[in-house]
């Protein structure tokens, strides 16, 4: 696509629940980013992809976390048993960079889906 | 963990006055950015400096990088209200992976 597609925008979650958004790259980006942004802050470092290999997921604030792009394209970040706590923005980024490439990571950014887990 | 923070944490100006933002890191960096969001939306790249850079222009925008500092600004000059936005730098990080980490940003309004 022209663009990244993250979906939903909007998901409100009850506490307990859960809750799977999509993030569809760019056509070719190898390169995968998950963020998540709290009110007011920066985006915070979550994960990342190189096709289908998960290279880091250090950001991941728990086990309650997981994302995953078997097929090196689209991928979903899935969190379990939200709590109130994970209510953010979660932002998607794709890059045509590689790892260990002389290029600079330049991120192209979906909307974000914002959860709010009541 | 963030790696920049951005000062100031908000700025006020009048439409066509310059703004200036800083930011200051911690780790050897390879390169950094500049990103800017609109309320609402996500981010978009603005800016690149390599390491070797000093200075570098793009339309109304001048960021100037000093590593001995560990110190990037970005002004933005004749500011629009348009411009209304937050600013966030960012540098790639490379531990044994590949990411970028983003500071907590400036926002900036622009009164017209």
């Known amino acids: 696509g022209a663009g990244v597609s993250q979906s939903p925008r909007y998901k409100v979650a009850k506490r307990g629940q859960d809750v799977a958004l999509r993030c569809d790259p760019i056509s070719g980006h190898v390169s995968l980013f998950w963020y998540q942004q709290a009110l007011g802050q920066g985006p915070e470092f979550l994960t990342y992809f190189q096709n289908e290999a998960q290279l880091d997921k250090s950001g991941l604030p728990s086990d309650r976390f997981f994302a995953e792009r078997p097929e090196g394209s689209v991928s979903t970040l899935k969190i379990q048993r939200t709590q109130q706590e994970d209510s953010a923005v979660y932002l998607c980024?794709?890059?045509?960079?590689?790892?260990?490439?002389?290029?600079?990571?330049?991120?192209?950014f979906g909307a974000g889906s914002r959860l709010t887990v009541l | 963990s963030q790696q920049g923070e951005e000062d100031p944490q908000a700025l006020s100006i009048q439409e066509g006055e310059n703004a200036t933002m800083n930011c200051s890191y911690k780790?050897?960096?390879?390169?950094l950015q500049w990103y800017r969001q609109n309320s609402g939306r996500g981010l978009v790249h603005l800016i690149l400096?390599?390491?070797?850079?000093r200075e570098k222009h793009s339309g109304r925008l001048r960021v100037t990088l000093d590593t001995s500092k560990k110190s990037s600004s970005l002004l933005i000059t004749a500011s629009r209200a348009a411009d209304t936005a937050s600013y966030f730098c960012?540098?790639?990080?490379?531990?044994?992976?590949?990411?970028?980490?983003f500071g907590a940003g400036t926002r900036l309004f622009v009164k017209a």
């Open positions: 980024a794709s890059s045509s960079i590689l790892t260990g490439g002389t290029g600079a990571n330049v991120l192209t």
């Open positions: 400096i390599r390491s070797n850079e």
């Open positions: 960012a540098t790639d990080e490379r531990t044994g992976g590949f990411k970028t980490i």
């Open positions: 780790t050897s960096i390879n390169n």
